[in-house]
Each structure stands twice: as C-alpha cells, then as structure tokens.
C-alpha cells in the first residue's frame, strides 16, 4: 500500500477511537463514518473542538431539533473540521429554515442544509432551496414508492449542478435504467444513479464503470454491498483510474481494515468495512493535494467529483443513523 494511503487509514482508525473514547454513549453505527469526516478533511478528531462544537449546537437549536436527533455526532463533526463552526451553523440553519418551508421536517434535511451552506453562496441559499425541492418532486414522480425524505439530501447536491432540473432528472433516470438490472435494491440504486448523475460522461459509460468496478471486485472476493454502500461505489468508478488500480487498492485498504479492532469477525459487517474502504481511496484521490487525479482532473470534473463524494458521505450519515435509531428502539 502507498505510504501516503497508509497514512490516511491510519488515520481513520485513530479517528475512530478517539471520537468513541469522547462519545462513549453513542452508537457504534456512528463513529465509523464521523471518523471518515474528519479523515476526509485530512485532521485528527480534536475532542476539545467537538465537544464546543456540541455547545455551539445546545446553544443555537432547540432540544427538539432535527440537528439534534439522531445525526447530532455527525453534524458536530462537521462542524469541528470547520474553522468558523458558528459561522457555519448560523449558514446551516438559514438554509434548513428554507427547506423547511419546501419540505417536511426530517433528519435528512440538516445533512441537507449543511451541504448547500458549505458549497454555495448566500445569496443564492433561497434559489437552491427552490431548485431542491422541484429536482425533488421530479424524482418522486419518476418514483413515487422509492423517493423518500433521504433523497432530499441527493436533491440538494444535484441542485447544485449546472444542468437545468430536468437534464438532472433525465440523466438520473437513464442511470438507474441502466443499473438496476445489476443491482436489485430500488432504493439503492435511485441512490446511485443520484451520484452518477453527478459525474461527468454519458451515463451508457458511467454505469457500466461501476458495474465492472462491481464484477471486479466480487471476482477478487471482494464482494461490494448493494444497500447504502452503493453511492460510495459510484463515486469510486468516476474516479479517472483503471479499475484494475481501484480494485487492488481498495483490496488493500481492506485488508488493513480487517485487522484493525472492530473491523474484523465480529466487528463491523465486510460490506460495510469495504465502503469504509472505497470512502478512505476516494478521500485520498479527491481530497489529498497533490495525488494524480486532483493534478490531471479539468476544474469541471473535480467539482463533480466532490458533489459526489459529498452526496455519498452523507448517505452513509444518513444509513448510520436509522441503523443507530433502530438499534436504539430495539433495546
């Protein structure tokens, strides 16, 4: 394994037990992929930092709030990799008051918010808000059984795309034709085709990338998950990297996974721990200055890139976080 790669997935798992050291209470769905937050931006968890990150967020929402729920470790990590985490809030719950006028209250929509507060400017806050809901009503009419409160998330970033809301909805829609054949979660592959539709390239070579990125990985043993692992997949394969590459290194980062304290038999699931993976390569090529991509790939492409990666991250948020509620009803 590169050493650079090393480094970053050392990284991730220092993350990990650091933010559940601080967090003793919360689930363990969580940690993984806040640690993922943090290692994404290229930073150690600084507790000091998460725990007025968690004041910060007592301070500005009330007890009821959706930014309060069940994604409350996942929005106080993002704001600690923030160096303005009040400014970022304030921009934050703008953005979510918008929505909510659009949109009824749900856990989903503070991820959403988060997102346009981060990538766009505030002064077009209202317009994209706008854009989100309508690119939002035209996948529900595409698929109204499958479209729930978790693709305002996908809404969000799609409408922060340079396409008009119907060239997103029409590329989305050719995406999930082509893909669903291969995989058999709806949800999912709406999901996928989410952040395929992202990406650049016909949809025709998007979809069948991932689809032998897939086949390649599962003739290698490495078989990938096709629940809410699948947006991470997707922005693996838009990645501009032979696939035999991604293949080996993401079976290497797996490895190293594996034998890691909580990774292994009776730690996290294999196909969760081989999206830990995907997630860690795709950092290290999208985030990482100076790797071969950010130094090759045209300003478009690593835009896109990191509206997919985005839109991937906060699926995994999204999944930890029922998972968490589940378990948490369960008990």
Request: glycine share 8%; charged share 20%; with cysteine.
């Amino acid at each position: 394994m590169k050493q650079e790669l090393a480094s970053l997935c050392e990284k991730f798992i220092v993350n990990r037990d650091t933010i559940k050291g601080a967090f003793a209470w919360d689930s363990a769905y969580i940690y993984p992929v806040c640690a993922a937050i943090f290692t994404d931006k290229g930073q150690l968890a600084d507790v000091e930092q998460m725990r007025r990150c968690r004041d910060i967020l007592r301070e500005q929402t009330g007890i009821f709030s959706n930014f309060r729920g069940t994604v409350k470790l996942a929005m106080i990590s993002m704001l600690a990799v923030d160096g303005n985490p009040e400014g970022k809030l304030q921009k934050s719950l703008y953005v979510y008051n918008a929505l909510k006028r659009l949109f009824f209250t749900s856990s989903y929509l503070p991820l959403a918010s988060m997102i346009i507060a981060d990538i766009a400017e505030p002064g077009v806050y209202e317009e994209i808000a706008g854009r989100t809901r309508h690119i939002y009503d035209l996948m529900k009419a595409e698929h109204p059984f499958l479209t729930s409160g978790e693709d305002s998330v996908f809404a969000a970033l799609l409408a922060l795309s340079e396409l008009t809301d119907e060239q997103i909805a029409e590329e989305s829609e050719k995406c999930y034709e082509i893909l669903k054949a291969d995989f058999f979660s709806g949800n999912a592959v709406q999901s996928l085709s989410h952040v395929l539709a992202l990406g650049e390239g016909s949809a025709r070579e998007k979809c069948e990338r991932t689809i032998e990125l897939y086949r390649g990985l599962k003739r290698k043993g490495h078989k990938y998950g096709t629940s809410y692992e699948l947006p991470t997949l997707g922005v693996l394969g838009l990645l501009p990297l032979e696939l035999d590459v991604l293949i080996e290194e993401l079976a290497e980062i797996d490895g190293f996974l594996s034998g890691q304290k909580g990774f292994g038999v009776w730690g996290t699931g294999k196909k969760q721990r081989l999206m830990y993976a995907g997630m860690l390569l795709a950092s290290y090529y999208i985030e990482q200055e100076g790797s071969p991509v950010m130094t090759s790939a045209a300003i478009g492409s690593t835009i896109s890139l990191i509206a997919a990666q985005q839109a991937a991250m906060c699926a995994a948020v999204a999944a930890s976080s029922a998972a968490a509620a589940s378990s948490g009803s369960a008990d």
